[in-house]
Structure formats: C-alpha cells, structure tokens
C-alpha cells in the first residue's frame, strides 16, 4: 500500500478555527505530495497560494487576506457585499447587520459580540494599506454563512460548493489561431457526444482559460479544481493537477508552445486526499530530451476532457 506523504505543510498552515484572492494572490503554503515507495521521484513541493471563493467562484481583493496566527482576514467591504451584511464603522467601532443578525467589532481588540452575547475572537480587526481586514470565520458564522476548508487546495469555500461550468465562464473562440499547438490527426479533435447530432464531428473551437478562473466543471462531472507549478526532488518541474476524477488512467495533458512539437503527458504519480481530491503530478520535462525543458518553456496546457471544444490554459509561468 503506497504510503501517503500529503500531510506536510512547510510554510503558512491555515486553520480556520478561530477566525484568503486571485489578484493579487493571498500568502502561499509549500505542500508536499507524492508517494513515498515509489521509484525515483518520491515527493513534489508546490508553492499553493490561499484562495477564497464565494459561491464557487475565487473572490479579487484590492488588498489580499490575510493569515495570521492560523486566522484568515479579509476586506470588510467583502463582508458587506459578498455575505450579504450592512456595514456601519464609527471610527474604532464596526456595525455589521445581516437581517436579525448583529456582529459588534472595534478596532485591534479581540472583544465582539455576536447578537449581544460577549465572544473573544482570536484575532482582532485591524487595518492594512488603508484597508479594514476582518476574521473571516468568526464573520461568517456570526453572519450565518457557511465556510469550509479545503486543505489539498488551499481553498476557503464560502457559500455554496456548486462549481461553474467552463462553458459559462469562458467563451468559445475561433481554434484555427491555436492549432499550430496541437499535434495532426490527433483524437482530441473529435467530438464524443451522446448527442448524435454532434458526436464525431470535428471541435472548431477553443476555450482558454487562465489559472485564476479554476475551479471548472468540466465534461462529464469532472471538477478541475486547480493547476500549480510543482517542483519534484530530481529538481525538475512538473504540473500539480487537482481534480475530483477517480478514474484509475488518470488524466493527459497537452505540453503546447510554438517552437517544438506537442507532447501528451500522462501523470507520474497520483493520489487521493479525503476520498475527494485526487492530485495528479505530470511531468514537463520528457526523459529522451537533450535540454531540459522547464514550465517557463510552456505556452499553453490543454486538458484533454470531454467538451465540444478544445481546452487549453494559458500559461502563467513563463
């Protein structure tokens, strides 16, 4: 039995049991994964920044959360649009009324009080960049809002867990700028559909995504939660990708830029973490290689998952 090694957080454990963007990024925690009988490279260290979402979707802060003490803080003004809640600050004091609801917070104390019952918070309020910054769990309850942590990756679900679509987040474009990526003749451009007005008919179109807008639903109920650079004890890079799949194949990816051919990768190693995120480490370089080919070199990584077009994601680490 592989022994899992996943439990490691080197750097910015997030517990949110006292209490967060995509732009700019909240503070990152080193994970490390892998299996640790298995040949050659045993673990990967990823760099997985913190993320919070609200109703599936990753919330942009003008000024990022965040952690302090296993506490995340957020923008009060998150608060008061995202969660619903009216927000009155007098100038230590903050007002925050959901309905019945009333949270009483002051500046830089850690004294509230939740509906008039006394509560000691583990952090206080405090002010960043001009910026009033929250307890985000202590808010959310106090408020009735649901949170939950996503350890693997790094995630605060806030709300409801329904992910989007690919299709009504990013929008189909014309593919014939793309092909010179793609390998010729390859299956990838054929639709498998149990429509048979569409199945085996050629994709014409692509969708590309950029690493902020994960989570997808992609397919058929496959949710890719995120994709991160990862780095694996032979130094070499590859991609850490987390999704909900539980096939025993495992996925493929597409390594795409301009000056060489494509290549299809498959996973080096896989696990399961919580019987709900399956992590798939790919490789970026390939063994018969004269030059070392690192992510940077990368253009795009298409996802090779059922869709009536081509899926693709921008590289953000060149």
């Known amino acids: 039995m592989m022994k899992k090694v996943m439990a490691a957080m080197v750097v910015g454990a997030v517990l949110l049991g006292a209490g967060g963007g995509a732009a700019p990024k909240a503070e990152a925690a080193v994970l490390v994964g892998g299996v ?15 993320e919070v979402l609200y109703d599936g979707r ?3 802060f003008d000024v990022k959360p965040k952690i302090i003490d296993g506490s995340v803080l957020v923008p009060i003004r998150f608060v008061a649009e995202k969660m619903g809640g009216k927000l ?57 809002v649901n949170v939950e942590w996503d350890h693997p990756n790094q995630y605060v679900w806030i709300g409801s867990k329904d992910v989007p679509k690919i299709e009504d987040v990013i929008k189909p474009v014309d593919a014939k700028p793309y092909l010179k990526y793609y390998p010729k003749d390859s299956s990838i451009f054929t639709i498998f559909s149990p429509d048979p007005e569409l199945n085996g008919k050629k994709k014409t179109t692509i969708r590309v995504a950029r690493e902020s807008d994960f989570p997808l639903l992609i397919g058929n109920g496959i949710i890719v939660y995120r994709i ?18 539980k096939g025993t194949m495992g996925n493929a990816l ?15 190693t896989k696990e399961s973490v919580l019987n709900s995120v ?31 077009s081509l899926i693709a994601v921008k590289s953000d680490w060149r």
Request: proline fraction near 4%; avoid cysteine.
């Open 278 to 308: 399956t992590l798939e480490y790919f490789p970026v370089d390939y063994y018969a290689d004269k030059d070392t080919t690192w992510l940077k070199d990368i253009e795009y990584i298409g996802i090779s998952l059922t869709s009536e």
């Open 58 to 60: 990753r919330i942009q």
């Open 88 to 144: 009155e600050v007098k100038l230590k004091d903050i007002t925050i009324t959901k309905n019945d609801k009333v949270i009483k917070l002051t500046m830089e104390s850690k004294n509230a009080s939740f509906n008039g019952k006394s509560v000691t918070l583990a952090q206080p309020a405090i002010v960043d960049r001009g910026r009033t910054l929250v307890p985000l769990r202590a808010i959310s309850e106090g408020l009735g």
């Open 254 to 268: 597409f390594l795409m830029n301009s000056d060489s051919s494509p290549r299809l990768q498959s996973p080096y």
């Open 36 to 50: 640790s009988d298995k040949k050659g490279v045993k673990t990967f260290k990823t760099d997985v920044s913190l």
């Open 228 to 245: 991160d650079k990862s780095v694996g004890t032979d130094k070499k890079d590859y991609i850490r990708f987390s999704s909900n799949s």
